[in-house]
């Protein structure tokens, strides 16, 4: 017999076609479009909270969702993986800031983008990576661009307060320099948090930004398959300048036709330079 852990991990509430039915439906009702995900993370995640509502079938899940429409919302919290932390892979960074201090073309300022940001910790690093590197004048025409397909996470991230253990991993001059002690809690200092600027986009169904000279977009694409993967890299691209920066997760890449593109910078870290025509 299997216990409701075997079902979490094997996804054994789906039979043949529940996944297409579950995602069409909520594609046809809500708008997000998630068709293009991998499905054993999906179904593994979607498992989860059946267990939570010891609903025993996808089958009497649709069913569910027609009588408690709030239910989608928490269906969609489950589907979006929002982990994250400050200076996650923090070997990116440091890589960041060695190609950064040669970069003379950032001494006007920078446009970046972090697309998937979650509840914000890595656009607020970026912006402390910047202001470290680029210099105060730079800094001032600086603007981070913070998106994410979820609204509650992006208004998390505004509000740029995080718990002594999401900061844990900073080292205590950077905490001093950068955040303000509120009791339990430590809050980014404006000179950061104004800098940057968030807003909902789902990359999946929105158009991109444009002009962006650092695009981040980390952890996202390993949810996605091969031909959704490509259909986001192209909008990423599209917004990326000549010469600009592309930062990918350590386990992500640039899809095929897009490699001669692009050079990757230092073998260690999946920063890759557009290059000029
Ligand atoms: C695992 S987190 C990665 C956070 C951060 N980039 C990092 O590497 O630490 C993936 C994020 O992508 C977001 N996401 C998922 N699908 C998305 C979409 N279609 N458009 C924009 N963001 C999406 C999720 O809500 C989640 O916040």
Redesign the pocket.
Known sequence: MKTSSDIVHTGAFFRKGDLAALLDKVHRSKG???RG?KPASLKRRISKRLTTLRIGSVSEYLLFLDTDHSEYFRLFSH???????FF??PEVFEALAAELKGARGLSRGARAW??????G??AYSLAILLSETIGAKAMARTNIFA????HA?VDDAREALYRAESVQNLERPVLNKYFTRRGEMYEVKDEIRNVVKFGV??????PPLSRIDIV?????F???NKKLQAE?FSKLDYALSPGGLMVL?NAETIPARYASMYEQVGAATRIFRKKRE
């Open positions: 997000w479009d998630f995900y589907m979006t993986l929002k982990v994250s932390e996650r892979e972090c697309c998937g940001v979650a509840h910790q890595e998106t994410d397909i979820d996470a986009l789902d990359i999946v169904k929105n981040f977009c980390r952890n996202l390993i949810y996605f986001v997760g």
